[in-house]
């Protein structure tokens, strides 16, 4: 089944403890993103990747890293996390358009941050 | 800079009246138009996209949107709302050779009996 996949759904942490949540797809996507939504905000994007060792910040990359090894991975890092970074966060895969721009996303399921 | 509106943030229709969800973009060159609906706890799944052509374009479940340069819309449509068409729909737009995306902030629909 063609899907992409997040760990954990759910994390409770602390401040400054680093965090990785992973991202993982199985359609041999050259494209993800991760975005987080908060309320009355929508989507909006942290990170994308075009490709393997190609990242790029989005809209709102501070306080995140990421790191794409390989084509199927996209692990999101928190390396100090902070209660502002509490939200709701979904990543996202797609090929890419023959006009070079993304395509239709496919997004996960969500993990919900919850930073103390 | 980039920006996608959604002006309502939530609409309240009866079951079989009509629905149009209205999305506005600001920028300049062609954009690539994305309606996208989030039913609670799940993830975003696609309606329907417009990359270029017939500016009337079909999605799945009956929806449809119509793009229109001049004003720089995407509205998104359906004859007759189902119970099941509640949800938080996400209008996007990406750019040619820009790849990253803006989402709306969302308009949820409540649909009553």
């Known amino acids: 089944e063609a899907q992409v996949t997040q760990n954990p759904r759910y994390l409770i942490t602390v401040t400054g403890k680093k965090l990785t949540v992973t991202c993982s797809q199985n359609?041999?996507?050259?494209?993800m993103s991760w975005y987080r939504q908060d309320p009355g905000l929508g989507l909006r994007q942290i990170y994308y990747s075009m490709n393997v060792e190609v990242t790029d910040k989005g809209d709102v990359p501070e306080g995140y890293k990421v790191s794409r090894k390989e084509k199927r991975n996209f692990p999101l890092i928190l390396e100090s996390p902070s209660p502002n970074q509490t939200s709701l966060y979904f990543c996202?895969?797609?090929?890419?358009?023959?006009?070079?721009?993304?395509?239709?996303?496919?997004f996960g399921p969500g993990t919900r941050l919850t930073v103390l | 800079a980039q920006s996608v509106t959604q002006p309502d943030i939530h609409i309240t229709v009866s079951e079989g009246a009509s629905l149009e969800l209205r999305c506005n973009y600001s920028y300049g060159a062609t954009p690539y138009l994305f309606w996208y609906v989030q039913s609670p706890g799940q993830g975003l799944q696609l309606l329907l996209k417009y990359f270029s052509g017939d500016t009337l374009v079909q999605g799945i479940k009956g929806f449809e949107a119509e793009f229109k340069r001049s004003q720089s819309s995407f509205n998104l449509r359906k004859p007759s709302v189902h119970w099941s068409d509640a949800a938080e729909y996400f209008c996007a737009v990406g750019y040619h050779n820009n790849n990253d995306m803006r989402f709306g902030a969302g308009t949820r629909l409540t649909v009553k009996p």
């Open positions: 996202a895969s797609s090929f890419t358009s023959l006009a070079g721009g993304t395509d239709t996303q496919y």
């Open positions: 359609m041999n996507h050259e494209y």
